[in-house]
């Protein structure tokens, strides 16, 4: 349609028309039954004729049924406008890749493209036409449990991972075939809760937060994401949902965003709790003011924007702004003139789950495994001795490998890593025990009973595995975080695996010095013990439906782990929040003076265990001093900074090869360290390759004292080198 047209249509609406295309129900309103509800169902109450004005639908895909529910919600409207079916296709819709923390640590945005590419061919066939993702939250703080769904940790991997992954979604085309809409979230900064506490206020300088925070967002908005949804948090003590300065001065007018804004789920009724809004009027007005657009599971704009319109509290002008943004994206997904869009049931059936995207699974698992420890070569793992080698933990044979934003219509398309194991060794007998369960049985973890073993039953699982132990030459120990235990509403104080875990792990490593530990968990866990008492420790992260094939292989040298750490490890939990580009403060440690009246605590080390950009590989590397092509450089100029990079090791490997600066001095303090370039690099046994980084001004910008942004004249540091920790650098010249 033309543009003309959309706004003939708009004209030609009634108020409660208008007002449906700007309502967001899951799909049990329709009477569907296999709805998918991710959040609690508040006070929603709409009768039949409501339900029929309603403009977009969440929670359901098919495409058989999404065809037949479009053809009634059509036939039902005044003016048979298609409906928006959206959903959450987070790291895949049926096809499950790594979860976003894990893809973050790939150091590969064109990774989380594919991945987003594969996710909507098969959410497209399925009937949907948006998902909410990518999540670019910045994520500093282990304690909060969504962290699985963001990148990382650090603003420029973030807004890379952010174009991409919308590129990946959206292509050049809404109404290309297998093509969604993406949809930014959450905006804004969700990611830094006071104490890590879910949905609690956030806390942050306007500096902090547009210096490091709106990055991420930037980048999705750069990509032209179509849609974007509120947080659920108050900034600064002002709900986002009714935050009119962010929404339409930040997002609109600074980022440049034109696409449709959706509340989060329930978020404009949550207003009255919050305690801005006293009641469901002035929470419809506060939302509509500050420019969200449709209003997700709550009757609040359904019930209570009409009469506000007609009392004069709110002016329709911004109900037709909203409800053009809304019909523009229907229109640039074709829908008017095809309302089933990709919906078909021969593609599902050809796509999902098809070789080709388990295959791409199981690739961009491997590349997201990060290995923390790899004490004497232990791994890889020669396939040869397979009959000397135990495998136990209660992930050694479980499915649950996707990550809790995954929906897989069954497990039984996963493959368990005792399965994919024996595959690989056939001929030869790998031993497998249970080891322990993940809790005990009727332990409460977010609000379920969780079945296990009994206290007697723990005990004799162990003692088996014990036993197993001292006949084997080598432990594989798959334990982790249950996978309820990140996500939404999973924060978590304790950064620990479960103590029963934590017992198999030191009895085994009592009577076999091999223990290989692989560790499954949506955020970084404290590592200080399992890795004293392991060889080498292989971080899966939720590896997805091909994990435990990806697992297989690294383990035993098919392929080789190449992920980095895109978030900090603690030492202890009671060091969050933590970040790699932190300041140095006026009382920096020295080795002279490595505490005392210095920064940090008493009782351990302040800094991250493993920092930012850590990660080992099956080889080794050297890198040459950094080298500048001039000292100085002005704000036209370029500096190209080099490295040569060798492989010291005698396997053919991959290392991720990362620039940071340091701007030294400037009207505020700057960090340590930023990232301001990667590289992956793959080189053969003693090859060695240079390795070039462009530095342009732009690179030095930030938010100066007067809120300005810009660079200032000065010296700055560059590092390139294997993590964030790196000392190869030298320095430059602003002039
Ligand atoms: C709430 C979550 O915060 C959001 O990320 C998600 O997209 C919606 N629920 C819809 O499921």
Known sequence: MEREQLQALLADMSLE???????????????????????????????????????TILGTAGADKLKELQKQAMEGQPHHIPMLFMMDVINGFQTIFPIPLAQGCSFEPELAKQGAQIAAKEAAAAGLHVTFTPMLDLT?????????????????????????????????????KGRISACLKHFAAYGYPEGGREYDNVELSERTFRQDYLTGYQGAVDANCRMAMTSFNSLNRVPSTANRWLMRDVLRGEMGFDGVLISDYAAVEELIPHGIAADKREAAKLALEAGVDIDMMSDVYLHYLKDAVEAKEVDEALIDEAVMRILTLKNDLGLFENPDKDASAEDEKALILCDAHRQAACEAAVKTFVLLKNEAQILPLAKEEADGLLVSGPYADSRLLCGSWSFPSTYDNIPTIRERMTEAVSGQKITFTEGCSLFYDGEIVKDHTMEGMNPEQMEAAIAETVEAAKKAKNVVLCLGEYYTQTGEG????SLQISQNQMELLRRVSEVNENVITVIFSGRPLEMTEIEALSKAVLYVWMPGTEGAKAITDVLFGEKEPTGRLSMSFPHRAAQEPLYYSRFQGGRPRTPQEPRGFRIGYIDIEYRPY??????????????SPVSLDSSEMTANSRITAKVTLTNTGNR???????????????????????LKGFEKVTLDPGESRDISFVIEEPMLRFVRMDMSVGSEPGRFEVFIGADSTTENGTAFVLK
């Open 17 to 55: 028309e208008k007002i449906g295309q700007m309502v967001q129900l899951n799909a049990s309103f329709l009477g569907n039954n296999d709805t998918l509800i991710t959040g609690p169902m508040g006070t929603v109450s709409v009768d039949a004729d409501e339900v029929k004005l309603c403009g």
């Open 140 to 176: 500093r703080d282990a304690r909060w449990g969504r962290v699985m769904e963001s990148p990382g940790e650090d603003p420029y991997l973030n807004s890379c991972f952010a174009k991409a992954m919308v590129e990946g979604f959206q292509g050049s085309s809404l109404s290309e």
């Open 490 to 493: 999973s924060s978590r104080t």
């Open 610 to 623: 493993h920092s930012f950009g850590y990660g080992l590989s099956y080889s080794t590397f050297n890198y």
């Open 652 to 674: 053919r490997a991959t290392e991720t090869v990362q620039m940071y600066l340091r701007d030294v001095s400037g009207s505020v303090i700057r960090p340590m360290r930023e």
